[in-house]
């Protein structure tokens, strides 16, 4: 049973560009969960899905972000217009439909904006 | 949410037992104590959950008083590659998001 997976795990944009980033949950997996992560901080919190649906959107910025979990396909993160403070380490978590509390990370993606 | 309080970092030689402490003072009735491990440039890999008293598994085992307000994360033997950040985690039960705090780090020494 593959782990959760992120892609691309690098990605360089310039400032103003678009970021696309792509999570898979594991096999099974019906609730998504994205990550921001700075360097030497622990991770913050941006956004809950479930398919189709948002479910919590505190930890996100109202702003230039966009999160979705389509029915079909992986869930996707968007940051418009890039700037260099979105430069951090993006993590993707998923978690089976069942009420459980682990949570599986995937490797992340590492976002560089120059 | 409960706010964990552990110690930056923390050394050891290998083959040591290592003791992470953290705080919890206001951990509610149906928040769970988990805790997950962080090598460089991966993602959070969930080590070991508990409620109380005591919980061991193929990795750690993990100690919690009767009050609650605080757990010991307990490593035993570690190796080199045990070298990683530690991060302490109350969550309530369900899917919610984790609250991350900056983690222990932990350095094994040969």
């Known amino acids: 049973n593959a782990g959760v997976m992120q892609n691309p795990r690098h990605l360089v944009r310039r400032r103003g560009q678009e970021a696309r980033l792509r999570c898979s949950p594991m096999?099974?997996?019906?609730?998504v969960y994205w990550y921001r992560q700075l360097p030497e901080e622990g991770l913050k919190f941006m956004v809950y899905l479930q398919k189709e649906n948002i479910i919590d959107e505190s930890g996100m910025p109202k702003e230039r972000f966009s999160a979705e979990f389509p029915k079909e396909g992986p869930s996707i993160l968007r940051i418009q217009q890039v700037v260099r403070g979105d430069s951090a380490a993006y993590f993707c978590?998923?978690?089976?439909?069942?009420?459980?509390?682990?949570?599986?990370f995937g490797p992340g993606t590492r976002l560089t904006v120059l | 949410l409960a706010k964990t309080t552990q110690p930056i970092s923390m050394d050891s030689y290998e083959g040591q037992e290592v003791n992470i402490t953290c705080s919890h003072n206001?951990?509610?009735?149906?928040?769970?104590i988990t805790w997950y491990q962080q090598f460089p440039s991966q993602g959070p890999r969930f080590i070991i959950q508990g409620y109380k008293t005591k919980v061991t598994n193929e990795v750690a085992s993990l100690f919690i008083p009767a009050d609650r307000k605080s757990s010991t994360l307990s490593l035993p033997r570690v190796s080199l590659s045990d070298t990683a950040v530690y991060y302490c985690?109350?969550?309530?039960?369900?899917?919610?998001?984790?609250?991350f705090g900056k983690g222990t780090r932990l350095s094994v020494i040969a």
């Open positions: 985690l109350v969550k309530s039960s369900g899917n919610t998001p984790l609250v």
């Open positions: 978590a998923s978690s089976p439909p069942n009420p459980s509390d682990t949570q599986y």
């Open positions: 206001n951990i509610a009735t149906n928040d769970y």
């Open positions: 096999k099974g997996h019906s609730h």
